[in-house]
């Protein structure tokens, strides 16, 4: 079986609002000695950016859905909380589709507040043996909270429907590609240690955070001070 690597978006991908402009944007993070390496850093304080304080919500598109897919993703959804201390609210099925320049704010859909992290499969190009595939892409996006601080405010997770992977969290399933992404979600990046979920390369395991995932993750979230979450402008 050819690897399978997946990808993450950019967390700066779509653009500075006003309040950005002629501050230091967020850059890259380096590898931290705990075994993870953040996707974007502050840098004036060296933090990861991450989410704030508030409980995050989610919503699932659930066309094109494997069987058994909306079950992966409540329990991918657990194991980051429990990892994390991360809240998450569901908010239920949505009829959004992914779009590349995704608005952040949709009270008619949403309600008040920033958009859910939204949760879709998407009907990419089917797997060619021989050939490295993608099978999912997560990222956030951040803005200024009041104290200038950068801070994640809504994300989303696309999955390839066309994969063809089973369901639940063995080896080589979509609960590994979607701890995997989520992890993406609130911030961290690839590492090359195999034994850590957020390796690039789809492995023979059980899907279950390794010592540097949960690391990063805790840094992520319970383990540094609360962010308030940015003004809805």
Same mark, same amino acid.
């Given at each position: 079986?050819?690897?399978? *690597?997946?990808?993450?978006?950019? =967390?700066?991908?779509?653009? *500075? ?13 380096? *590898? ?9 850093? /502050?840098?004036? %304080?060296? /933090? ?12 699932? #598109?659930?066309? #094109?859905?494997?069987? @058994? ?13 429990? =990892? ?9 099925? !949505? ?9 952040? $704010? ?16 998407? +009907?990419?190009?089917?797997? $060619?043996?021989? +050939? !490295? ?12 909270? /009041? ?13 390839? %429907? #066309? ?9 080589? !399933?979509?609960? +590994? ?7 993406? $979600? ?5 590492? %090359? ?13 059980? =899907? ?6 949960? =690391? @990063? ?5 319970? @383990? ?7 003004? $809805? %402008?």
């Amino acid at each position: 079986m050819a690897l399978v *690597l997946w990808i993450n978006s950019n =967390a700066q991908m779509s653009f *500075l609002d006003k309040m950005g402009i002629g501050r230091p944007q967020p850059v890259a993070g380096a *590898l931290d000695p705990a075994g993870f390496q953040p996707l974007l850093v /502050d840098p004036d %304080s060296g /933090d990861p950016v991450r989410y704030g304080c508030a409980p995050i919500r989610y919503t699932i #598109n659930p066309m #094109n859905a494997p069987e @058994g897919g909306m079950e992966d993703v409540h329990r991918a959804i657990a194991e980051t909380s429990k =990892a994390s201390g991360v809240q998450f609210v569901y908010h239920g099925e !949505t009829d959004e589709v992914p779009l590349e320049r995704r608005d952040l $704010v949709q009270p008619q859909r949403y309600g008040d507040g920033w958009a859910p992290i939204l949760v879709a499969w998407d +009907q990419g190009p089917s797997p $060619v043996p021989g +050939q !490295t595939s993608i099978l999912g892409a997560g990222g956030s996006e951040w803005r200024y909270n /009041d104290a200038g601080v950068p801070v994640y405010v809504s994300g989303m997770l696309i999955l390839n %429907s #066309n994969a063809g992977l089973p369901s639940g969290f063995g080896g080589e !399933t979509w609960g +590994q590609v979607m701890l995997h992404e989520f992890g993406h $979600v609130l911030g961290l990046a690839h590492v %090359s240690d195999q034994r850590q979920v957020m390796t690039p390369i789809l492995e023979l395991r059980p =899907a279950a955070w390794g010592s540097g995932d949960r =690391a @990063g993750l805790r840094a992520l979230g319970i @383990g540094s001070p609360c962010l308030d979450v940015p003004s $809805v %402008s």
